[in-house]
């Protein structure tokens, strides 16, 4: 009788174990049928791709980085996302480290409806009809000022460097962005520098820090000083500009003669990443021509797609400085590609920051 009760009492456990198990494997299941998507803060807004919803109701999570250096640096450290956003200049960086699996054009619904210009990046092409990154938006980097608080300026970068607003000024405080501006001012190509034309870049970056309120990424914080008054001018991107005007601050996105700056980032897709089908039904699903008119219209930003433009009234563009060509575009202003030094460039960029 005592054995025959340790029996009933050992094919429970085992049943209970089994139960277990088929618990913990599935949710390990619905853990791994959930995307992992990592991307700039305000990019994992749902209105971007809401026929994945549609077919994956809470397919998706999202965690966010700061820059897509900070991204780098943490999915080089062990961080496996399904897809990140990344920008262009920093693919073959992601691509040199091994990170990356190429993109079947075949898969991508609205491929051809992507402006050729981004098609056609060099680092993008992986042979085969495969892409490193899927092109998915695109905009400007320039001087964000109240026109109340900074009479007619001269259009120039200069204006981050002026000591009578000294204090009232604020820079994006990446790689790709300032010490880029620091190069144009400094006559050097931000793009491939010499050791002595560092050094010059570095001069003129430490020429302006004492000027400066801050180094940041965080634009809502920005847009809150320009609002208030605390800041005069400052880096930016269209989003700000688009977010204030709308908000009745008097405010001016500046085409610098030097040259605005204009960026473009997009998708890749993970070497090891866990749900390939649902990536691409996600990059499919951001590629709806409503997924870009979603972005224009509420951002500012470009969309790589011809077909988002046809549906934003040619008024609207008008008002956000964006042509509905973005070759027109990148005719007047710098492209940000890759930086030959940019790892020196990161490591300079922080000794100055640092007061050296």
């Given amino acids: 009788m005592t054995f025959h009760l340790k029996s009933i009492s050992g094919h429970k456990a085992r049943a209970g174990l089994a139960a277990l198990a088929l618990a913990l494997s599935s949710t390990v299941a619905l853990a791994a049928e959930k995307l992992q998507y990592f991307t700039w803060s305000g990019y994992e807004l749902p209105d971007f791709n809401k026929s994945f919803l549609a077919a994956h109701p809470d397919g998706v999570e999202a965690s966010i980085f700061g820059d897509d250096d900070d991204a780098f640096t943490k999915v080089k450290a062990g961080f496996r996302p399904d897809i990140a956003h ?15 699996q190429p993109i079947d054009t075949k898969r991508i619904k609205n491929w051809d409806s992507i402006f050729a210009v981004f098609k ?17 938006d695109w905009g400007n980097t320039s001087i964000l000022y109240r026109t109340d608080l900074v009479k007619n300026p001269e259009a120039s970068w200069n204006l981050l460097w002026d000591k009578q607003y000294a204090g009232r000024m604020a820079t994006i405080d990446a790689v790709h962005d300032t010490p880029i501006v620091a190069a144009l001012l400094a006559g050097v190509n931000p793009f491939d520098m010499t050791a002595e034309q560092m050094d010059k870049v570095a001069a003129k970056l430490r020429e302006q820090r004492p000027l400066l309120s801050s180094y940041t990424t965080d634009m809502t914080s920005v847009e809150q000083a320009l609002a208030s008054g605390q800041l005069v001018a400052a880096m930016t991107w269209n989003a700000s500009a688009t ?5 009745g601050v008097p405010v001016e996105f500046m085409k610098p003669k030097e040259g605005m700056l204009t960026w473009a980032c997009g998708f890749v897709m993970l070497k090891d990443a866990k749900n390939v089908d649902l990536a691409y039904d996600f990059i499919n699903s951001r590629l709806d021509a409503d997924s870009g008119k979603f972005l224009i219209e509420s951002y500012g930003y470009g969309s790589s797609l011809s077909t988002a433009f046809a549906g934003v009234p040619k008024d609207e563009l008008e008002k956000l400085q964006l042509p509905s060509d973005p070759e027109v575009m990148l005719k007047s202003t710098i492209f940000t590609g890759p930086m030959k030094q940019n790892d020196d460039v990161a490591k300079m960029f922080e000794k100055v920051k640092a007061g050296g």
Avoid at 86 to 100: H, I, Q, S
Avoid at 120 to 136: E, H
Avoid at 243 to 247: E, F, G, I
């Fill in 243 to 247: 977010s204030l005007k709308k908000q």
């Fill in 86 to 100: 990344p920008c262009y200049d920093k693919v073959a960086r992601w691509n040199k480290e091994g990170l990356l």
């Fill in 120 to 136: 056609n990046l060099p680092d993008l092409q992986a042979g085969d009809g495969k892409v490193w990154m899927v092109p998915w």
